[in-house]
């Protein structure tokens, strides 16, 4: 029941054209409804920027082309695609503007985002079959309008590697750090910089990795402060949740 | 070897008081001292604050109560202690402002911080039994220097008890949403807000709850996007990532 | 030995037609017998309603069509096939009236049982994913003669979706609900319902959804009461259940 | 605000007492609670009997006897402890008629609910060892109302224990199976009934009994239809869903 | 109802002093104790032998002092209660009797049972560690009339003390190989054995030893044929099955 | 170095035609090889029966053609094959006496061995999709010499079944119980039973079967005693063991 | 910033050349390189030989193909590929010297080491199926120039097999011991040998054999002391790591 | 037997002090110890140098005070003892030479050994809590004879300080790394390091930590080559171990 509702349904009681019971049966029929236009929008979404997104797994490359048109065609002027199949990719209707991504199987109908700031997400991943992985979560930050920096395959093995960027590390505003196998790569950025660090384990490793349970794991218990976890693989996630970051209004 | 100190030290050099070998020496001897202080700080800490952390658990109550009137005799304002049992609070020596916080284990000295800003940061329970996590949480953001408003046991089994503060979610900055069972508070919290969520599995529950894990495993799938996890029962880790994102500055 | 075949040998010793031993030796031969046809039934089966349920994974297509057509030539007017295989319903002989649901994955051989109730069994999915799972269930409560309302890809993230459906919620009989991912769904209709729920978790997911494992953790803690959990994607087990539950007589 | 106050409201807007805007204000001000008691109960609770519950864990003695005497003095007739201390009972003010029931852990204020109905809920456990957690699924039960059948310590290595019960088992028209260990109960008994079986894994045993996490795998696994699961040692919860089925209204 | 009994009721039948119906209720009412003794006996327990078993786990003092008595003052010559703790043993009434084992847990009523073979049945520990767990096993096995051997000590990380007693393996009837950690003894012995190996997992060991499990699974996957498993420190288990195995006879 | 050896080097040490040093260096060269051919045979291997066994998975096709070719033509009479493909059967070069038994993927050279004794090893199934387990276990034991029984199909949850063979049950000299699922076969026939029963967990099921860890942790808690467990699938095993307690010697 | 430069820069201090600001800002700048060259080398690769490695897994054989010519053509005289498939093999250009060891998968450009020493690493084997691991390990330590003996198939259920090689084990530097099922070996060879014992799980086996898991864990828990544990069918890592210890330079 | 006794009974023999057969008698007596001495020592234990080594965890202190006199009294001049418990140490006979080291929990009898070598091996740790596993690492490195440097507290979150002993570090000759959580430390040390370096995962941590398991699985998949792994909180293993990899004689 939306608030002009209600207001119908008391004007009614207040001017006799409704008994109080009539009302009270009324309003416990249609208990959340008010609330529901009023203050919860629809599909969360992507509010701050003019994207929206669909989740390709699990859709036919049908299905993908004709959300995506749709979309289009009621207005929205950026539309990523994530998870988006090769196939999917091939067979989709040209008419539109459209690019894909083939590393980060990620598709984009409409124009990339110009960045609407000066600072960056920083984008580290472990090793070269991280990179995947981290596209999705790069491309993900750059169609909302972030400016994002990368740094791939500076793994702690090789320290050095990853401490001739410390300077890029320092001055990020946010940073996604994306590891497969021991995951270490997530504590010692977050013992390098000062922002918030976003870890995504990967899937990538063998044996004892477990498909990214061990680089988890491994996040989870990081002894820098300042991390926090998304799920295996989940890039995603990672891009959408430091664009949040990333514009985080001055408070007053 | 601090910013000043090596400035210090090129002085010498620049002057003749020191020799260049001399002073490639000193800088040898300490190696890495002098990036310290510059670039990395010695704790990471809490450098937006004028706060110093001493994690208490696996200390002795001497041991805590040596290094706080050290780093308070050091000019340290603020000094926070997590973890901190009833005995080492009670032998503390009272010769510095001290309060405890029983229920989140939390040991002050000094004064409590003012906020700094308007905004806050929202922590939210399903349970009462998750409020010691949620006041480790909510203390170390305080100390810090954040506005923090509370709302404790609105579990989404009882939905509407949560959506009855439906505006405080949707108004917040950043958000600690804090679960044990089934954890299933960050998703719908997630589904709700706009800002940053913070997810923190507690280890409430029996049998199949796995002292958190259960929790953990269900906020990592959240379906709802910005959304990332910090270990279990890791309330100071939640807060201080929190004060982080709170205190995001406007890019400009 | 069934109790009329017990009451001949007592009536031969009585009649020193058997002697004691004799006797006492057959019964010891045949020592559960006269439970078994008495008190057992068969294949327990579905007595409520005149239905016949044929499990078809790890059955050949040719093995299914024998049965069915068995049952069915015995008189059986209808025939549930689950998890039956796009080539089984393909080569399946159509000399007999037979339907097929490929989404579900069931073949109904006879004609849909129309339903014996007024009151529904409500079957929830959290996502578009779970939807096969989820007519298993709506399809074997159906045929076996329960009226069904469906409301799908209403999860948590997007609690007003769910809470469009309040009076739907309250208003059924049973409910099963269904979800991959963090399986919140259950805990939250749990909260909502007065009625038993039947929580199905779905292998929808990736990464640490382990195949629906922390759905059904997530399930099995739900701080909701008057939920239980069947196993992972048992569509059939939950409609069959919500049947047993939703057809209880009043007892007097 | 109560289903009361709401028509008071209306009354007064009827009356002219109250403006509309005035009425609408005030529901808008406390969102839900209007519909809180209406149509969801605060704590869930019990709404079909009259009886409230406590979940006695985690709460000090003091605390379950001012909640337990506060709900007494708004003139709740029946409240049901759980979880409910040795100590907590042996503190507990006895100005009120309070029963203590200390296998089961369960205290009871008020007098013990005369069965509503002649049909009967049966909880069976596999060994002598399960029988807390039965004890608490069986007073819940009686508690809100139902009759209550046990058969304790027919765990089926002794297969003709359980069989000898076999007429009890197939009248039930709920059964509560409990059982640790391997936890077969379930399926057995499951093969044996018509009605629903909720199987409550209990964490006795020892070594791979992991806690009652084999026994609950087990229950999950069941080869018998019509059994589903609850958390391990979840002795009210399953008492809760039974009473829930058991009073089913015949569907017209 | 015990074969004796059964006989007695058909002679009354035979005699005339019992109706055929008289009996058939008789029998009806006692549903499968008929069947009990003379098939099956009530605790499965140990019919070779003159022996009962109490499971002393879970039991107070009292219950297993009682239960001891009442066995033997009904004519049990030889009682075997295991997991016996010291305070049971302490407080036992002496007036029939009795003997504790200690290490093993193990209190004995009545005479130990001479051993009825020349044949032996093999318990080799791993390590000192496991010798708890190896009493259970042997005195169990001794008690029901078996001849013992015992090694202990000898882990295959000091192979040629296991090999020092290469003849006592290869001529025992039954091997119970018990270690912890590595859990390798079972595949060493399985190896230089021709008998039965019942390999018992103990919860020896720290770290990864998980409590027994990776004994446990080593165990399963003994590259030796001839070895099975029981739970973990299960050494009643594996000296029961070892006197079933020992007391084979000669199939003609 | 076999004990001859040994005492004909003390021969020539005694003689003087070695020195000590020569006969102390001989010893240490050959450290553990007069155990080696006097007391450990080479494959162990099938003693009691003349067969050999191949285990043919991860062999290809022509190294298991080779080796029972060779096997052969040494004169073994009797070649047993497990886990052998189809593809392999099939390129079996059939010069030699030779069939394949396709369930159980087992590869027979030779003629079927005829039973040597009276008693049978019983071997039973919860399920069908159990059968090919259970094949190559009967099949092992069979080609071992031993009469089999096959109970297949009897699964718990249709007791009745299981106890319409009750008596096959407590007449076998060893049981098999072979199970996926929640594995409760194990107990119940272990509860029957007087014999040895060796339960063979398999991966049959779905969901939280987990592969057959369900079955197996099932079976490992079995209430009953007499129980032992082989890995997963490991219907060779089964059959090896039951055929070694099968052909115990009496004792004397 | 190499020691050498610093001093360059400390003398253009000393001299005027530079101020101290500008000295300082460029140590700020480049805050690690100064380490990175002078003492942390890039790939950390194989200093000790003249080889370097590819890990092939994860890259295309194009990839491959390049990375391997360029180091060719810097002058790097053998090249280790390790898990290169068939494919990557097949279309290397054969203009540089090169061969594929099919087995280990394992590709090697240049010549083949000679060895360096006298004495030896000996890789073990418990079965056959590990020898693919095995040979990835032995190639690499070949290629690294050291000598390598092989005993392949020499798991312990055949005890006697092992020992015959006792004095191989006596007399190796290093051991690389691999196994997969229980992975007893390394606890055999552990308690034989004086040297350190580098422990290899295989993912061979089935059921409760994990994928390694379970030969890893074994391993872990090794009563043998001396013994270490790498991942999972990771040759290449213990046939490098024995290659460190086996070019040990004696201390002086 | 010891060689010396071998020897002085074939002396016998060729001197006609004893006959053929009875030597033959008397080495078939210790079946094993003749070999024992020669190639296999009784306890493995530490042979390079002049210790012997009592596991203390699981004995009481009576047990390991007389074992360690009897040592000691034999003429053994180092003897290490184990997770010796402080009430141990405390009853410990102190009649001969004896430290207890409480961090460590380990006892000395005798003489601290004095390093035999220039180089060290080098024990780092993550945290301060790790130092207990360390020192038991260390001093089990010392009393064996070997030089050893400590770093401790020196995890990756705070990079610099790991960095500011990198010489220490590329100076080792064996390197201990011991950490809990989520075990960074091999991996960056691992990266820095040419020599093997050994990783010792410690329960250290919370949630989940898993008492170890991530920082285990974590070492498991170091990135870094030359790393291998014992067991959680294996002090005692890795200090064996480095020292049998510090005293690597030259291969000539």
């Known amino acids: 029941m939306e608030q002009r509702e209600m207001k119908e349904l008391l004007q009614q009681v207040a001017e006799g054209n409704a008994t109080v019971d009539e009302a009270l049966?009324?309003?416990?029929?249609?208990p959340f409804e008010e609330i529901d236009i009023a203050s919860l929008d629809h599909h969360r979404g992507i509010r701050q920027g003019a994207s929206e997104v669909i989740y390709g797994a699990g859709k036919t490359p049908a299905q993908i082309d004709k959300i995506a048109h749709t979309l289009w065609n009621s207005g929205q002027k950026t539309i990523l695609?994530?998870?988006?199949?090769?196939?999917?990719a091939e067979t989709f209707e040209k008419d539109i503007p459209f690019t894909y991504y083939e590393e980060a199987k990620v598709g984009l109908v409409g124009e990339m985002t110009a960045p609407k700031q000066k600072?960056?997400?920083?984008?580290?991943?472990?090793g070269t079959s991280d990179i995947p992985v981290a596209e999705e979560a790069?491309?993900?930050?750059e169609i909302l309008g972030n400016r994002v920096e990368r740094i791939y395959d500076v793994?702690?093995?090789g320290i050095h590697r990853l401490l001739a960027h410390a300077e890029k590390i320092m001055n990020a505003r946010v940073i996604i750090a994306i590891a497969g196998m021991e995951g270490a790569l997530a504590s010692v950025i977050g013992g390098l910089a000062d922002c918030p660090v976003i870890a995504v384990p990967t899937s990538?490793?063998?044996?004892?990795?477990?498909?990214?349970?061990?680089?988890?794991?491994?996040?989870l218990n990081s002894c820098a402060s300042g991390v926090s976890v998304v799920n295996i693989d989940n890039g995603f996630g990672a891009g959408y949740l430091a664009n949040l970051i990333?514009?985080?209004?001055a408070d007053k």
């Open 155 to 157: 793994g702690v093995a």
């Open 204 to 219: 990538v490793g063998y044996g004892t990795a477990f498909g990214g349970v061990t680089a988890l794991l491994s996040m």
């Open 138 to 141: 790069a491309l993900t930050a």
């Open 81 to 88: 695609i994530t998870r988006m199949s090769q196939e999917a």
């Open 25 to 30: 049966l009324k309003m416990k029929m249609a």
């Open 119 to 126: 600072g960056y997400i920083l984008v580290a991943t472990g």
């Open 246 to 249: 990333n514009n985080m209004e």
